[in-house]
């Protein structure tokens, strides 16, 4: 009779343990994702808050910041000059003429949103960094090379969500 009562004592312990736990287990997985999600949101905000400083606040060389597709198709002109096949992918050069009287710059290109190389399939690649801001003289142009790992045939590079084709006459 002991050893039962013992059993039935212990049954019931092990019952209110894992009731106990799961209520644990809820309140530690309900404060994790609330900090998570706060984390994540407090993120987002540092980030908007940068880009809007950048845009809205003169830089010290008072160069015009582009970081989207509607400043970027307004300011800049793109063609693809050249594609190579590489060890690592493709090796896209960009020409990037500066439409403007002041000084351009590309920022934020390390976001996948920003540089992007569509194949002939239409899968998406991203650009192997690293990322640095590319500067446009006023009137002028500049050639950058970014490095995608692809295998299939490139067919168009997208720079802030703006597509540029690539000419079959460019690939060596």
Excluded: C
């Excluded at 644990?24 to 940068?50: D, P, R």
Aim: proline share 2%; glycine share 6%.
């Amino acid at each position: 009779m002991k050893k039962i009562i013992f059993i039935l004592g212990l049954l019931i312990s092990m019952v209110s343990y894992s009731e106990e736990e799961s209520n644990v287990t809820k309140a530690v997985s309900s404060v994790v994702s609330g900090v998570v999600s706060t984390g994540k949101n407090v993120l987002k905000g540092i980030k908007e808050g940068i880009d809007t400083g950048r845009k809205d606040g003169k830089s010290i060389d008072e160069a015009l910041i582009i970081y989207d597709k509607e400043q970027f198709e307004k300011n800049v002109k793109a063609d693809v000059l050249l594609v190579t096949k590489a060890e690592d992918g493709y090796r896209i050069t960009v020409g990037l003429k500066n439409e403007t009287e002041q000084m351009i710059r590309l920022t934020n290109l390390h976001e996948q949103k920003s540089l992007q190389l569509l194949d002939s399939e239409g899968f998406s690649v991203f650009a192997l960094g690293p990322f640095e801001d590319i500067n446009i003289p006023q009137k002028s142009a500049v050639k950058s090379t970014f490095v995608f790992p692809i295998d299939g045939k490139p067919k168009a590079i997208k720079i802030y969500e703006n597509e540029i084709e690539i000419n079959d006459k460019v690939i060596k």
